[in-house]
Each structure stands twice: as C-alpha cells, then as structure tokens.
C-alpha cells in the first residue's frame, strides 16, 4: 500500500483545514488507518485513527473534539478534517495504515506517506 497525504497549508488560529489521504492497491479496505503529526524538535505522536470500515475512530487527547477523521473505502481515500486548529496544532502530518485500529505508536504501523505541512498562525 502507498500512501500520500495532502491539504496542508497556512490557517490562521481558529481556522479549519482538510487533509487527504490517497492510498493505491486494492487492499486499502484491509487496513486501519492513522494520523500522526511531528513538530520540529518533538517525537511523532498520535493523532487519529479509524477502523478498516470507518465504523470507529478515536482520537489523542490534544485534538478530541476538533478534529474528525473518515474514510471512503471506494475511494481509497482518508481524511482528517481538523476544526478550530490552534498553534501547538502545527506540525507535518501522516497518514499510516496497519493492522490495528489499537495502534498507537509508530513502529506499530506498517505504511507511511510523505507528510504534508500543517502551519497555524497566531
């Protein structure tokens, strides 16, 4: 599986940003899905994950009812939508797939895509 992340950019505080997750091979549906993020000087830490049906997701603390994440298995696609970002929300964000919706560390997730860039201003 291939993994590319996407819809990074520039918000202000308080601002809303969608990011994509484009996967190909056709056992995209066969994998839980997770959202890290890593800011400069910090270990990559967990953000969101959702369930190979999209039927779960949960979520780190930090972003728990601001941000929601979703899947279109037809489209091979995940996304993170993230509301209300503040600051500390600025980081490069993945998007990972593994076996299990448990996972929670990185060397747990078997695929990784290049980052995207999410940087919130004050």
């Known amino acids: 599986v291939q993994l590319q992340a996407s819809g990074g950019g520039l918000v202000q505080a308080g601002g809303s940003l969608r990011l994509s997750c484009a996967a190909s091979?056709?056992?995209?549906?066969?994998?839980?899905v997770g959202w890290f993020r890593q800011a400069p000087g910090k270990e990559r830490e967990f953000v969101a994950a959702i369930i190979r049906t999209g039927g779960k997701t949960r979520y780190a603390d930090s972003v728990k009812g601001r941000f929601t994440t979703s899947r279109d298995n037809a489209k091979n696609t995940v996304y993170l939508q993230m509301n209300s970002l503040k600051p500390e929300d600025t980081a490069v964000y993945y998007c990972?797939?593994?076996?299990?919706?448990?996972?929670?560390?990185?060397?747990?997730?078997?695929?990784w895509g290049q980052g995207t860039q999410v940087t919130v201003s004050s």
């Open positions: 091979g056709r056992t995209f549906s066969s994998y839980a």
């Open positions: 990972t797939a593994g076996d299990s919706y448990y996972y929670s560390v990185p060397p747990e997730y078997e695929y």
